[in-house]
């Protein structure tokens, strides 16, 4: 590392302040995501208190908890009291309604982000580059969807009712374990090309006792050919993956694969979150920083709203809907049909 500056501010000036901050919400976002995956965040919803530390807990440290709690308290997101007991802080409702974010950051993409420097380099973008936990990943994203994605899907999904349904990209099955709770006679297949998401989908599946109405299969969208499983499915959704369709070309060519692999399809929901196009400020919302990085870092094409719509009229399929979302920001849900004659 190199500097041109000549005079570095007085350490009183910058070792308090904005970039202190920076340095200090960068561990507060680590110990939230450790927070929930540990269970203290859902203990504090519920509950409304804990002990400071492990509470007698001796399958974990108490120092470890101790200093997530310290780290919350700096947040603001609980608050120590005496300490002995912990509490929920000002920020704390949001920062547990953000909590799917933050763990789809930090659990499932922190490694990616660690390495940036080191898969920038043109030449070691080749092959398997990077690493991301995908069951995280799959984990984040279900909590994502729940404040508004879902609610929006009971409604879409309501009429015509669902008789069997595809989940593509399914991640964690929750999608589809809902979609069955809505629709008592429906069944699901769901298609993921990680085998840690098709795990944990067949986990949740197992313990929703569906295994006789959902089939979970690891499988590239991108590639899908027609199968017994697919022949009557009557509706595909897509949550949080559509970007993986892109670039253009390859989204249009997986939009029309996907008429010949669901023969009987009368609807297919794409739900998304596009590219912005301005410059990141003030009022950049949650998660927008993360997503555009992350998929840079991984190569991966991100379409903007404008350029869903250019592909869908070459695809086969007609934009019926669209729906916006506000969580996650800058998301869509896409509503299509089979265009007649194609
Ligand atoms: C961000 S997660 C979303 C999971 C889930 N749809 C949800 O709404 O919670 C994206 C999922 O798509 C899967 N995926 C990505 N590319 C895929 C592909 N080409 N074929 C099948 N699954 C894919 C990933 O493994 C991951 O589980």
Same mark, same amino acid.
């Given at each position: 590392?190199?500097?041109?500056?000549?005079?570095?501010?007085?350490?009183?000036?910058?070792?308090?302040?904005?970039?202190?901050?920076? /340095?200090? *919400?960068?561990?507060?976002?680590?110990?939230?995501?450790?927070? =929930?995956?540990?269970?203290?965040?859902?203990?504090?919803? =519920?509950?409304?208190?804990?002990?400071?530390?492990?509470?007698?807990? #001796?399958?974990? %440290?108490?120092?470890?908890?101790? *200093?997530?709690?310290?780290?919350?308290?700096?947040?603001?997101?609980?608050?120590?009291?005496?300490?002995?007991?912990?509490?929920?802080?000002?920020?704390? %409702?949001?920062?547990?309604?953000?909590?799917?974010?933050?763990?789809?950051?930090?659990?499932?993409?922190?490694?990616?982000?660690?390495?940036?420097?080191?898969?920038?380099?043109?030449?070691?973008?080749?092959?398997? &580059?990077?690493?991301?936990?995908?069951?995280?990943?799959?984990?984040?994203?279900?909590?994502?969807?729940?404040?508004?994605?879902?609610?929006?899907?009971?409604?879409?999904?309501?009429?015509?009712?669902?008789?069997?349904?595809?989940?593509?990209?399914? @991640?964690?099955?929750?999608?589809?374990?809902?979609?069955?709770?809505?629709?008592? @006679?429906?069944?699901?297949?769901?298609?993921?090309?990680?085998?840690?998401?098709?795990?944990?989908?067949?986990?949740?599946?197992?313990?929703?006792?569906?295994?006789?109405?959902?089939?979970?299969?690891? @499988?590239?969208?991108? +590639?899908? #050919?027609?199968?017994?499983? &697919?022949?009557?499915?009557?509706?595909?959704?897509?949550? &949080?993956? @559509?970007?993986?369709?892109?670039?253009?070309?390859?989204?249009?060519?997986?939009?029309?694969?996907?008429?010949?692999?669901?023969?009987?399809?009368?609807?297919? &929901?794409?739900?998304?979150?596009?590219?912005?196009?301005?410059?990141?400020?003030?009022?950049?919302?949650?998660?927008?920083?993360?997503?555009? +990085?992350?998929?840079?870092?991984?190569? %991966?094409?991100?379409?903007?709203? #404008?350029?869903?719509?250019?592909?869908? #009229?070459? *695809?086969?399929?007609?934009?019926?809907?669209?729906?916006? *979302?506000?969580?996650?920001?800058?998301?869509?849900? /896409?509503?299509?049909?089979?265009?007649?004659?194609?």
């Amino acid at each position: 590392m190199s500097s041109s500056r000549t005079a570095a501010p007085e350490p009183a000036e910058w070792t308090r302040g904005p970039v202190a901050d920076l /340095f200090s *919400s960068y561990v507060a976002t680590a110990a939230l995501s450790a927070a =929930e995956q540990l269970g203290i965040l859902d203990q504090l919803a =519920e509950h409304g208190e804990a002990p400071f530390g492990n509470g007698g807990d #001796e399958r974990l %440290d108490d120092g470890v908890i101790r *200093s997530i709690h310290r780290t919350l308290h700096w947040a603001n997101v609980v608050e120590v009291k005496n300490d002995e007991l912990v509490i929920p802080g000002a920020l704390f %409702d949001a920062a547990y309604a953000a909590r799917g974010y933050i763990y789809w950051l930090v659990k499932g993409c922190g490694e990616l982000f660690s390495t940036a420097p080191d898969v920038t380099s043109t030449k070691r973008r080749t092959g398997t &580059f990077y690493h991301r936990d995908m069951r995280a990943v799959a984990l984040g994203s279900r909590l994502i969807g729940e404040e508004e994605v879902e609610p929006l899907f009971d409604r879409v999904l309501a009429d015509p009712p669902v008789e069997k349904v595809a989940d593509l990209g399914c @991640g964690s099955g929750q999608r589809l374990i809902r979609i069955l709770g809505n629709h008592p @006679g429906a069944r699901g297949v769901g298609v993921d090309i990680s085998h840690a998401s098709v795990q944990l989908a067949t986990e949740s599946v197992d313990e929703a006792g569906l295994t006789d109405r959902i089939t979970v299969l690891q @499988g590239d969208v991108l +590639a899908l #050919e027609p199968r017994p499983e &697919f022949a009557d499915v009557d509706t595909v959704t897509c949550v &949080f993956m @559509g970007h993986d369709f892109w670039p253009h070309d390859s989204c249009v060519r997986t939009l029309r694969r996907l008429r010949t692999a669901f023969p009987s399809a009368r609807r297919l &929901f794409i739900c998304d979150v596009v590219r912005t196009t301005e410059l990141p400020g003030r009022d950049t919302t949650i998660f927008t920083l993360g997503f555009e +990085a992350v998929h840079a870092l991984m190569g %991966d094409y991100l379409p903007t709203y #404008e350029q869903w719509h250019e592909a869908f #009229e070459e *695809s086969g399929w007609e934009c019926r809907s669209v729906q916006p *979302s506000t969580a996650p920001p800058n998301g869509y849900l /896409f509503e299509l049909t089979p265009r007649t004659g194609e």
